[in-house]
Each structure stands twice: as structure tokens, then as C-alpha cells.
């Protein structure tokens, strides 16, 4: 049985990908081809609500994916513990950081 911790994965994360598709997949398809409520919606709603809404949720993004970055990629002292081999160069930034 798989120990759980950073970097090992849960067993039930496969399944519930696959649940979880399949119940986008149906709503979808019930949306789009018998209620064609998803379409009308865009049309009641500005292009002004959308765009701030993309870009917050565009910077949470960010700042979850640096958060979580910082956990996988960083050790204890906070520095860079994995070397980046590209082009037989060691180099020990990631993503920019080092």
C-alpha cells in the first residue's frame, strides 16, 4: 500500500479524475444539447464582469501554484534541494529561482 506524504500519491486520485470527468462530460452534454442554458448565460453577462473575474482567478492560480512549488522544490533552508540538468549544464535555479 502506498505511504502517503509529498510526492506519493493517493490511491483514490485516479478514480476520482475519472468520476469527476464523467459527471462534467454529462452535465455538459445535457447542457449543450437539450437546455442550451450554458450559451444564453454568456449573453446576459458583460464582457466587464468576465475579464476581472479571469484575472483573479488567474493570480490565485499563480499564487497556489508558487505556494505549492515552494513545498515540493524547496528543503528545509528554504534553497533549491533539486539540480536541473539541461544540456549538460548544472544549474541550481528553478524556475527562476535560486
Known amino acids: ?17 475519472v468520476v469527476f470527468m464523467l459527471v462534467f ?11 442550451r442554458f450554458g450559451l444564453n448565460f454568456l449573453g446576459l453577462i458583460s464582457l ?24 515540493v522544490f524547496s528543503n528545509t533552508e528554504g534553497k533549491s534541494s533539486i539540480l536541473v540538468f539541461t544540456d549538460g549544464l548544472d544549474t541550481r535555479c528553478i524556475l527562476g529561482r535560486c
Do not use: C, Y
Not at 462530460?25 to 437546455?35: K, N, P
Open 48 to 71: 466587464f464582469v468576465f475579464i476581472p473575474i479571469g484575472i483573479v482567478s488567474f493570480i490565485v492560480g499563480v499564487h497556489f501554484v508558487r505556494k505549492s512549488e515552494a513545498v
Open 1 to 17: 500500500m502506498p505511504r502517503h506524504g509529498i510526492g506519493d500519491e493517493n490511491p483514490i486520485n485516479d478514480r476520482a479524475q
Open 25 to 35: 462530460l454529462i452535465i455538459w452534454g445535457i447542457d449543450s444539447f437539450t437546455l
